[in-house]
């Protein structure tokens, strides 16, 4: 028997002015460490939003915490105005490519297929249909070619393709990435970024850990940022991201990178 979700309208739920995701005064800790503190934000239906902060922040845990996989010690979350357990089949999650074990001997195909089997029973099989869905998905990555390559013999890039590629699959309204873009090549990064764009632009909204500053502005309408707690309101790019905002985020550490920033802000802006 498959098992059935309802999509998710998000257009409409935009219109009603439900957000895609609401954290109130959520806490986390890792035995007496707070990692996260009294964090109270909210993001709109369709935003592309860029998590930021140190090494050490929270960021990867805030995430962990909306998917459900690191306890709260208080607040709530909500999703599309539900419970994690109403819309679980709408969203998504790329992990950090660290936390993969490359050696699973898997084909591209088969990682990819895997993001469809919330749709089927255990003693079912995925059919031509969804695999023409994985193919397309893997296409729309650029590794189409790659389909039947083993995931161990993939490049670094080729392999964050792939997990985005899985992630498509599921149609998700609702994604999280974290650190998409660490490590992989100037092709593979223009990919994400593009169809990341994308999704977002047609109703999906994505939460994107990022440690780039100097692309913050090209890439993301939204901004959160976060160390520990957070430390602005969260909100659109132009008017979250700025020196201010960055340095009581980053701290003394930051003023290296602030200044890469703003090198780079004419290229980014096409301003001569």
Same mark, same amino acid.
């Given at each position: 028997? =498959?098992? @059935? /979700?309802?999509?998710?309208?998000?257009? *409409?739920? !935009?219109?009603?002015?439900?957000?895609?995701?609401? $954290? &109130?005064?959520?806490?986390?800790?890792?035995?007496?460490?707070?990692?996260?503190?009294?964090?109270?934000?909210?993001?709109?239906?369709?935003?592309?939003?860029?998590?930021?902060?140190?090494?050490?922040?929270?960021?990867?845990?805030?995430?962990?915490?909306?998917?459900?996989?690191?306890?709260?010690?208080?607040?709530?979350?909500?999703?599309?105005?539900?419970?994690?357990?109403?819309?679980?089949?709408?969203?998504?999650?790329?992990? =950090?490519? @660290? /936390?993969?074990?490359?050696?699973?001997? *898997?084909? !591209?195909?088969?990682?990819?297929?895997?993001?469809? $089997? &919330?749709?089927?029973?255990?003693?079912?099989?995925?059919?031509?249909?969804?695999?023409?869905?994985?193919?397309?998905?893997?296409?729309?990555?650029?590794?189409?070619?790659?389909?039947?390559?083993?995931?161990?013999?993939?490049?670094?890039?080729?392999?964050?393709?792939?997990?985005?590629?899985?992630?498509?699959?599921?149609?998700?309204?609702?994604?999280?990435?974290?650190?998409?873009?660490?490590?992989?090549?100037?092709?593979?990064?223009?990919?994400?970024?593009?169809?990341?764009?994308?999704?977002?632009?047609?109703?999906?909204?994505?939460?994107?850990?990022?440690?780039?500053?100097?692309?913050?502005?090209?890439?993301?309408?939204?901004?959160?940022?976060?160390?520990?707690?957070?430390?602005?309101?969260?909100?659109?790019?132009?008017?979250?991201?700025?020196?201010?905002?960055?340095?009581?985020?980053?701290?003394?550490?930051?003023?290296?990178?602030?200044?890469?920033?703003?090198?780079?802000?004419?290229?980014?802006?096409?301003?001569?």
């Amino acid at each position: 028997m =498959q098992i @059935e /979700s309802t999509p998710l309208n998000s257009g *409409a739920l !935009a219109n009603k002015g439900i957000p895609a995701l609401e $954290f &109130h005064n959520v806490s986390v800790a890792y035995g007496d460490a707070l990692v996260l503190t009294d964090i109270d934000f909210t993001i709109p239906v369709s935003a592309f939003v860029a998590v930021l902060g140190p090494n050490g922040a929270g960021k990867s845990t805030l995430l962990r915490t909306a998917l459900g996989l690191v306890p709260r010690c208080s607040g709530w979350i909500k999703i599309f105005g539900s419970d994690l357990k109403d819309v679980r089949t709408q969203i998504a999650y790329v992990p =950090q490519r @660290e /936390s993969v074990s490359w050696d699973f001997p *898997a084909r !591209a195909l088969d990682v990819v297929l895997m993001g469809m $089997f &919330h749709e089927v029973c255990w003693f079912s099989s995925m059919g031509p249909q969804r695999r023409n869905r994985a193919l397309e998905a893997l296409d729309r990555m650029g590794m189409a070619d790659m389909a039947n390559r083993p995931l161990q013999q993939l490049s670094g890039g080729q392999q964050q393709r792939v997990f985005l590629a899985r992630a498509l699959v599921q149609e998700p309204k609702l994604l999280f990435l974290d650190e998409p873009l660490a490590g992989i090549d100037v092709e593979t990064e223009a990919i994400i970024i593009k169809t990341l764009k994308e999704l977002c632009n047609n109703g999906a909204t994505a939460l994107v850990v990022h440690h780039d500053l100097s692309t913050v502005e090209s890439y993301f309408d939204h901004v959160l940022m976060v160390n520990v707690r957070l430390m602005c309101p969260a909100g659109p790019t132009s008017k979250v991201f700025s020196a201010e905002t960055i340095k009581a985020t980053y701290g003394p550490r930051l003023s290296l990178l602030e200044e890469a920033r703003l090198a780079a802000r004419p290229i980014i802006h096409g301003e001569t």
